[in-house]
């Protein structure tokens, strides 16, 4: 696998969110795409890494392209489905499914099978369904109860929009739990199955974590010792609303700001 992902390496790395960083729903954050450009040529290694579980790293990278004009390559995209996927070996399951086609894919290449039936399955996983039924909340509650894996690609409580702040993973993730009386196992920021995802692809020099959530986002950078960075662009709107001892080591109003903040 290659150790460095983009750019002309040697600065150091910039491991970036994307909802609410790169873009809010089908909205681009003003200047994103030209901060990512920025870096890129100015030598840092890009990667992006969401607890988004809905879409493949193909489709996320055609999308910050689309979205924002920052050509970037499936690569430079880590999900929490994927992540979610390293705790199954090739013929585990069959796994019930609440979430969407992002999950889907990396049950594909992970060699899991699915399945739709509570009393086949040996693992729930479980990301942002926006289509959820209660007929599969009951399938995936039932399933846990009988002993299925409880995998949850991320517990992010919410979903930033440009209308405000919608229902994330976890609210599906929770209904799951208390319906259950289990607790899930985690792949996304800031558990481990995803920095050890993210580990494999930094290449060397620092690494700035950028992202607008706090308790994924700068909790991950402070776990593994990396910068973080606050954006106001997405689920906070003001340093203020931070918890104390969990300041951020830089924020900044936009991902646009970022490119001057490193020459500083
Ligand atoms: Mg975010």
């Not at 990512?36 to 055609?62: C, H, K, M, Q, W």
């Not at 430079?76 to 070996?89: D, N, P, R, Y």
Request: hydrophobic share 45%; glycine share 12%.
């Amino acid at each position: 696998m290659e150790s460095v992902v983009a750019g002309r390496p040697g600065n150091g790395n910039v491991v970036c969110d994307l909802d609410g960083v790169v873009y809010l729903l089908g909205d681009p954050i003003p200047g994103a795409g030209q901060a990512l450009i920025d870096l890129d040529t100015s030598g840092y290694a890009v990667l992006f890494v969401t607890n988004n579980s809905t879409r493949s790293p193909e489709t996320i990278a055609a999308r910050i392209e689309d979205l924002t004009g920052y050509p970037a390559r499936p690569q430079q995209v880590i999900g929490s489905a994927e992540a979610a996927l390293t705790l199954l070996k090739a013929g585990d399951g069959p796994a019930l499914v609440v979430g969407g086609a992002g999950i889907r894919q990396a049950m594909e290449e992970a060699g899991v099978q699915e399945t739709d039936d509570p009393w086949a399955a040996a693992a729930v996983i479980v990301g942002l369904d926006t289509s959820l039924s209660y007929r599969r909340l009951r399938d995936a509650a039932i399933a846990v109860r009988a002993g299925a894996r409880f995998i949850a690609t991320n517990t992010d409580a919410t979903y930033p929009t440009p209308d405000g702040l919608w229902p994330g993973a976890g609210a599906m993730v929770a209904a799951i739990e208390v319906a259950s009386g289990i607790h899930p196992e985690i792949a996304g920021k800031p558990h481990p199955p995803i920095r050890r995802l993210i580990r494999q692809r930094l290449g060397p020099g620092p690494v700035w974590v950028v992202g607008d959530r706090p308790e994924t986002d700068l909790a991950m950078a402070k776990a593994e010792g990396w910068v973080s960075v606050l954006v106001l662009t997405g689920v906070v709107g003001g340093a203020d609303e931070i918890a104390d001892g969990d300041e951020p080591d830089l924020v900044l109003a936009s991902l646009a700001d970022l490119p001057e903040a490193l020459q500083s």
